[in-house]
């Protein structure tokens, strides 16, 4: 987590993301054996069906492996924010160039890498952004190069999104991912590529 500024850090630890983030740095996954996995994936279950018995991921093991925490409140979600240019402004602290399928992910680390630096956009903004592209590298990933911006309205106030069930969102994802996957509706892992 040293690619990001001191106040950034504090406000993303504060979130119950420090474990997490230190380890995304060295993390490395093998797509082929994802698909592999996903082949042995029971939708029905939850549940992978190997010879020697069934297997799953139990939200214990998913908040050990992670360090995220499967407590707090439920995520608030702004379904219109990839459209309200007023709304992304105030949180992101600059004009942000969205459609109505979010915004790119390679946008956001162009233009907030450069603001680790200190080019005038206040911290809060500058931790909502981290958290955006974080979240839709890792734990909400699409098919496309796309960020979500509804997850800025639990993050209005930066002091508080570790409140926030962040893992819980996590690990639904991870467990819907495998089930697309499973029955051949995406190849594409939508979860923690790295539990």
């Known amino acids: 987590m040293e690619h990001t500024q001191p106040s950034t850090r504090d406000f993303i ?3 119950g993301f420090g474990w997490f983030l230190d380890s995304l740095w060295n993390e490395q996954w093998d797509r082929q054996a994802l698909l592999a996995l996903a082949e042995l994936w029971w939708d029905t279950t939850n549940t992978f069906h190997f010879s020697f018995g069934e297997m799953t991921m139990t939200p214990k093991d998913f ?6 925490s499967l407590k707090g ?3 608030e979600f702004y ?10 402004t105030t949180m992101l602290g600059m004009d942000i160039e969205a459609g109505s399928r979010g915004v790119r992910r390679t946008w956001l680390f162009e233009n907030f890498a450069n603001q680790v630096k200190g080019a005038g956009v206040a911290p809060e903004c500058i931790a909502r952004a981290f958290m955006i592209y974080m979240l839709s590298c890792n734990l ?5 190069d796309m960020a979500q911006l509804g997850y800025l309205a639990s993050m209005v106030d930066v002091n508080k999104m ?4 962040w893992g819980g969102a996590a690990l639904a994802t991870m467990y819907r991912s495998m089930c697309d996957m499973s029955r ?3 190849k594409n892992f939508g979860g923690l590529p790295f539990v």
């Open 140 to 144: 909400f990933v699409g098919a496309n």
């Open 79 to 88: 379904g219109d924010a990839n459209t309200d240019s007023a709304y992304l």
């Open 184 to 186: 051949g509706v995406s």
């Open 13 to 15: 630890k504060k979130a």
């Open 162 to 165: 570790g409140r926030y069930n």
């Open 63 to 68: 908040s050990i492996i992670t360090g995220l």
């Open 73 to 75: 409140n439920r995520l």
